[in-house]
């Protein structure tokens, strides 16, 4: 048998960890050949690979990125995009596909199997955490562990000179960055986008914490919308799934508690840096895991499915239920970070 391997949407640490189990577990125990797809699904789309093998994937366990590229493409917007795909697939004489990917990635890999049964097995990987079915992707441990570390590091001078710093992370629809690295970094404020904010309460915690002779933090996803008001925006362009492009609600927010509050604000956006580097050693442990269940799935036939984890085990669950909603923070999870606002 030949396999297709493919890492689409954002990159994340831990993509070249997926790869390696995959080809190491799927050569030597079950004598398949690979292939590998270059940036996500304009690999299958144009028929751009890259040949995978154990010598291929020798020393990537540590590295950030993906040795395939990423892209957002999005073949079912394409012109005759899903028999592209097959013709392609037949011409390089894959049997099945191994898709990595989030919300975006996934959701062409359902309905590629679902409706034009294409062999299919989905990995879960995002840096928000937002796939249900699934406890946890990998790149989420990493990014917050990234993001934990620069509000550690934004404490120290937020109090040498008395300002408010407001540190913008990723997370389009799913606070789970902005709450598990502002609980953990001690910020003072921590606003997401499952729960919209008022701008004179976030003032008010402000002012409360210069009170207590201390340089407030606050938090903020990039898709946290104000009670009053509409997503704050970098632009008005659109990838090819349709998302807005975010960021921009961390100038916003120091803008206006600055001409609110009296105080000086000054706003961190970190950005792609919370996708890059070296991934940490339980997203290595979860991508590795994960790579090994994805070619058993292969190997047993389970297409449609997608490996998750439940508690400390791999499980499969249909990639369409999946990808059918998004996980997002729980109202009484976020009420708990409560107490150490203001």
Request: hydrophobic residues 45%; glycine residues 14%.
């Amino acid at each position: 048998m030949r396999v297709g391997v493919l890492t689409g949407g954002g990159d994340c640490p831990g993509l070249n960890a997926v790869i390696r189990a995959i080809v190491r577990k799927g050569v030597q125990e079950y004598g398949y050949d690979f292939i590998g797809f270059r940036d996500g699904w304009r690999g299958p789309l144009e028929g751009v690979t890259v040949p995978l093998s154990v010598p291929a994937v020798r020393g990537i366990l540590p590295r950030g990125g993906t040795i395939l590229g990423s892209s957002r493409t999005n073949p079912l917007g394409a012109e005759h995009g899903v028999r592209r795909i097959r013709d392609n697939l037949a011409a390089y004489g894959v049997d099945s596909l191994i898709a990595i990917g989030g919300e975006d990635t996934l959701g062409v890999a359902a309905t590629l199997a679902g409706e034009h049964g294409i062999r299919c097995v989905g990995v879960p990987k995002t840096i928000d955490n937002d796939l249900s079915a699934t406890d946890y992707t990998f790149g989420f441990d990493t990014a917050v562990s990234i993001a934990t570390e620069a509000i550690d590091r934004l404490h120290t001078t937020a109090e040498s000179h008395m300002r408010v710093l407001v540190v913008e992370v990723m997370g389009r629809h799913a606070g789970w960055i902005a709450l598990h690295a502002g609980l953990a970094g001690g910020a003072n404020v921590i606003l997401i986008p499952e729960q919209r904010f008022d701008i004179e309460q976030v003032c008010s915690w402000v002012t409360s914490r210069f009170g207590a002779s201390y340089a407030p933090i606050v938090v903020v996803a990039e898709g946290a919308v104000p009670a009053r008001g509409e997503m704050i925006l970098k632009d008005g362009s659109h990838d090819s799934f349709g998302h807005v492009r975010l960021s921009g609600v961390g100038e916003w927010l120091a803008a206006q508690i600055g001409s609110r509050t009296g105080k000086e604000a000054r706003t961190t956006v970190l950005g792609h840096v919370q996708r890059g580097g070296t991934p940490s050693a339980f997203d290595r442990w979860l991508a590795t895991r994960f790579g090994l269940h994805a070619i058993d799935a292969v190997h047993d036939g389970d297409f449609g499915a997608m490996v998750a984890l439940k508690g400390t085990d791999i499980v499969r669950v249909p990639i369409a239920e999946a990808t059918a909603r998004l996980k997002t923070v729980d109202p009484a999870l976020y009420a708990e970070a409560g107490v150490f606002f203001g």
